[in-house]
């Protein structure tokens, strides 16, 4: 950690190793996302990539480099940031590693939305988006006001979002029963999480979303990291406990639904990218701005991943986290169970 004092006297603290991880880890993200920008039937040289983007490139490259490919992987980013963000701020919220939007049900929430509007009203894909981003907030409400007794204590918050999760699998099943083959196929492509066919559509919302909210939760940064401590600890520290604890889920449960609206269900993200972050920077808190390059950079790596080592567009990117976050996640539940946390 070191003090950095400005010349009006504001002292700022910068851990060193974070900064070194974040510069890393935004440095990977980019290099992943050239990398994948000139994946596919046409490969592109990383170089040709780079000179197209920045406007130098032939006709044939700007159209497929510019439209066809950049909107893909800037979804990809910014889902896998959101996820990201949106997973430490939940770890956080609930001070347990498990309390992410996958285990809590705010996934299946937002796939439950998405299902009515495909099932019951044949909607377009921007209804679809829209349904996912309902779906994700009323589950989240849903968990905040059945979790709440005299404070939100972070097992009993952790034990309703497993049984919202439970009822919202249920629903989604029984949604799929209903539909017609046309419609069934339709949502079970969407549920996997996939970004293929991702356009400038999906990306100006989410991006807008991510600059609205960024600020809000860093803002409340600092009385974050004091709630970790206890909610006792925070009032005593004069941190206005439910407003804080509010106003960080709205904005988690925001990024989480809207992540999924604009890519489908990607799970695992949201559980693995905060806990990778937190090892690698060997920091205490919530590791917000490295669990958000951390998410950015796992999404993009796993739809490299799903294309070539499957196929181009074989496997959507939600199989290959999937798997990934299947594996930390057993892998995580022994190692709390050798601490004898759980």
Known sequence: MKAIR?????????????????????????????????????????????????????????????ELRLPRVLVGLLVGAALGLGGALFQSIARNPLGSPDVLGLGQGATAG???????????????????????????????VLAWKRGVHGYRFVLVGIGLNAFAVALNGYLLTKADFVDAA??????????????????????????????????????????????????????????TRVVLMGCAVLLTAAATAAAGPVSFVALTAPQLARRLTRSPGPNLLPAMCMGATLLIVSDWASQRVFGADQLPVGVVTGVLGGVYLLWLLVTERKAGRI
């Open 186 to 243: 339709r949502a079970v492509v969407w549920m996997t999480g996939s970004l293929t066919g991702r356009d400038w559509e999906q990306v100006w919302p989410l991006l807008w979303l991510c600059v609205v909210l960024l600020p809000l939760v860093v803002a409340h940064a600092r009385p974050l990291r004091m709630l970790e401590m206890g909610d006792d600890a925070a009032y005593a520290l004069g941190v206005p406990v439910e407003r």
């Open 114 to 144: 998405a299902l009515l509007v495909i099932v019951v009203f044949s909607g377009s894909a921007a209804q679809v988006a829209g349904g996912a981003l309902v779906g994700g907030l009323v589950t989240g409400a849903a968990m905040y």
């Open 6 to 66: 400005t010349r009006g006297g504001l002292s700022v603290r910068l851990d060193v190793r974070t900064a070194v991880v974040v510069a890393l880890l935004v440095a990977a993200a980019l290099a992943g996302g050239v990398v994948l920008i000139g994946t596919g039937d046409f490969d592109i040289p990383a170089a040709d990539v780079v000179r197209t983007l920045f406007g130098q490139g032939d006709a044939g490259q700007d159209f497929i480099v510019n």
